[in-house]
């Protein structure tokens, strides 16, 4: 009996390539941000972990939906692997600049792909990512404001604390309409 095995198309353009590249990017990002949270939950700031923790997830199923659209455009897909994350840091302040940081890459690289992949008549491919542009102005104007906040309460980190009381920081707003993610909702 012959088995009928679904057929994987090599990357066979830079898009698809870059798209492999993305998962890694996000992958790193989110190793980043687990290690920012276990910084923050160590020296006893909850919500400032609680919220890096939750930023880990979130990039991890970005990570996640590139892969599963890859998979569904039968795209071979491999996990790269990830770098080696900053653990160590001298004062609150810096994983939150890092993170802004991080997050300015990733939208230059999500912004590239996307213009390579208008390049090259990947029409669907582009659509897939508009919900990644829209979702890293939202992060972007996040860090920027955490790290406004970060400078404005002059080292306490309690002030830091409360704004996320204040002012929590759930899903996006674009979440209702993100692609789906390889594995299902994780």
Same mark, same amino acid.
């Given at each position: ?19 492999? $590249? ?6 790193? %990002? ?6 920012? %949270? ?6 006893? @700031?909850?919500?400032?972990? =609680? ?8 990039? *991890?199923?970005? =990570? ?11 795209? %071979?897909?491999?996990?790269? %692997? ?9 004062? #609150?302040?810096?994983?939150? =600049?890092?993170? @802004?940081?991080? &997050? ?28 990644? @542009?829209?979702?890293?102005?939202? &992060? ?6 955490? @790290? +406004?906040?970060?400078? *404005?309460?002059?080292? +306490? ?9 204040? $002012? #929590? ?8 309409? =993100? ?8």
């Amino acid at each position: 009996m012959d088995a009928v095995v679904k057929k994987i198309e090599p990357r066979t353009s830079r898009a698809q390539n870059l798209m492999e $590249d993305q998962v890694g990017n996000e992958l790193n %990002a989110s190793q980043q941000y687990l290690a920012i %949270a276990v910084w923050f939950d160590q020296r006893d @700031l909850p919500r400032l972990a =609680a919220y890096f923790y939750r930023q880990s997830v979130r990039k *991890r199923n970005h =990570a996640l939906r590139v892969v599963q659209y890859m998979m569904d455009n039968n795209i %071979a897909v491999e996990i790269p %692997a990830v770098q080696t994350v900053r653990n160590d840091f001298s004062d #609150p302040r810096e994983p939150i =600049a890092l993170t @802004l940081e991080q &997050e300015r890459t990733v939208t230059q690289e999500v912004t590239t792909l996307s213009s390579v992949l208008r390049e090259e008549g990947d029409y669907l491919g582009e659509q897939f990512m508009r919900w990644f @542009l829209s979702e890293q102005v939202d &992060e972007l104007s996040r860090m920027s404001t955490m @790290l +406004n906040i970060t400078d *404005r309460s002059q080292g +306490n980190m309690f002030d830091l604390e409360d704004y996320l009381k204040r $002012d #929590p920081v759930g899903d996006s707003r674009y979440e209702s309409t =993100a692609p789906r993610t390889a594995g299902g909702k994780l």
